[in-house]
């Protein structure tokens, strides 16, 4: 695959568009929002589509933005119509940012996953198209998403009609994500499971409580909770194939509210992180079979609950190929990396890679002049973002659209390809 000649030449003709891109991140940063409803990131990122000549909605229930790329390519108008959806995620966490930067968040929340570089680079994509609009056979979805972290703003979108934007269901589906602890330059993806899927492990141990001085006159819920949750760590690693994991963290504890009182009850919370769907349904099963086992062979009793909250982020392998084989194309060989193993953080564009064929890839920004030892990982309030990653962005969403509608569809699509799709339901739509 050679580099996207339209994409080279948009790119040409577009001297100013990195430092534009740098100061869109830069204001995004500076007044990060949380959760489902963004008002002023949406607002900016309408203003930057305005004269791009795109079919704009925006949600009813969270402030996304839908923007559809019609191409002017000639295509056989016997075949149905086809199109590729880029996705950035836009909301930021409620993390007191200490990076010291001088466009640093005003506001007490903070942009430490990187997503203002997301709505960037996807934006720089969206001027990259329009400018090459006669060589895309096809239409572009562009997929600007609140409400990535814990608030399902995929699945809302996607019940709000996202895939039904452009009138045809999507070919293929991609995403980006930043990394504030890898190399600027590397991009790395894998094919076959990516993220992983994540569950919520909610436990309330019921004993009875009393005076400290006197134990054996109570049933001690703390003492049955540290038991379980150290048994837990046991299952994870005794019960379940290494190389096919289970990571279970305890991440909440509340028990107690003085040092002479056992109280009457303990409870805790913690993330499930796993690849497929079996391990989904044997968690369902054993851990509350395990947990509540524990609490009676002490005399006491617990409620659990395991709450599947994501699935896993599983690339196409052709999807996974296509993005290898671009980012090659662009950077060169030695800025790839194949990932031997999944990541095991979570990604809520999987509800939408559960949809469609779908590719997803991390880019390298970590920070140039600090020895990687410093460099501090996403959601860290210290995460810095090196701006130099948002061309690359840019360039490779837009040569991935052009490139995967290039691609010619089956003879016979199938019957996944030809799945109803939700209707769309927009609450305004503008045309640029």
Not at 297 to 316: E, F, K, R, T, Y
């Amino acid at each position: 695959m050679t580099v996207d000649t339209a994409i080279a030449r948009a790119r040409a003709d577009q001297p100013g568009l990195h430092e534009e891109l740098v100061a869109i991140r830069r204001e995004l940063h500076a007044h990060p929002e949380v959760g489902l409803n963004l008002p002023k990131t949406q607002a900016t990122v309408l203003d930057e589509l305005a004269d791009l000549d795109l079919e704009i909605t925006v949600g009813e229930q969270l402030s996304s933005v839908v923007a559809v790329l019609r191409g002017t390519k000639p295509v056989d108008p016997a075949l149905p119509r086809r199109s590729v959806l880029l996705r950035a995620d836009m909301d930021a966490l409620p993390v007191v940012e200490k990076t010291g930067l001088p466009f640093s968040s005003q506001n007490g929340n903070m942009h430490a996953c990187g997503h203002d570089l997301h709505v960037a680079g996807l934006l720089g994509a969206a001027k990259l198209l329009s400018a090459a609009r006669s060589e895309i056979a096809g239409d572009v979805i562009l997929m600007f998403q609140p409400g990535e972290e814990g608030y399902d703003g995929a699945k809302i979108m996607l019940d709000e009609g996202v895939l039904a934007a452009s009138g045809n269901y999507p070919d293929a589906v991609y995403g980006v994500h930043v990394l504030a602890d890898l190399p600027t330059g590397l991009v790395m993806t894998r094919p076959g499971p990516y993220m992983a899927a994540y569950s919520q492990l909610n436990v309330t141990v019921h004993g009875r409580g009393g005076h400290g001085s006197r134990p054996h006159d109570t049933l001690d819920p703390i003492q049955v909770a540290a038991e379980i949750i150290g048994s837990l760590q046991t299952y994870v690693t005794r019960r379940f194939n290494v190389f096919n994991p289970v990571i279970l963290t305890v991440g909440e504890f509340h028990a107690g509210t003085a040092t002479n009182v056992v109280p009457d009850m303990a409870e805790f919370r913690a993330g499930v992180r796993y690849f497929t769907p079996a391990i989904e349904t044997r968690l369902a099963s054993e851990l509350p079979e395990l947990i509540q086992g524990i609490a009676e062979a002490h005399g006491l009793s617990a409620q659990v609950s395991v709450i599947p909250l994501l699935p896993a982020a599983i690339n196409d392998p052709a999807e996974a190929e296509l993005m290898i084989s671009t980012a090659t194309a662009l950077f060169g060989a030695d800025r790839i990396e194949v990932a031997q193993d999944p990541r095991t953080g979570s990604e809520d564009f999987a509800w939408v890679m559960r949809e469609a064929p779908g590719g997803y890839a991390h880019f390298g920004a970590g920070t140039r002049g600090l020895e990687p030892s410093e460099w501090a990982p996403n959601h860290s309030p210290r995460a810095i973002f090196n701006d130099d990653v948002l061309i690359d962005q840019a360039v490779f969403l837009a040569s991935m659209a052009i490139n995967r509608l290039d691609i010619p569809a089956p003879a016979e699509r199938s019957a996944h390809d030809r799945m109803p799709v939700r209707p769309a339901r927009p609450r305004a739509v503008t045309e640029g």
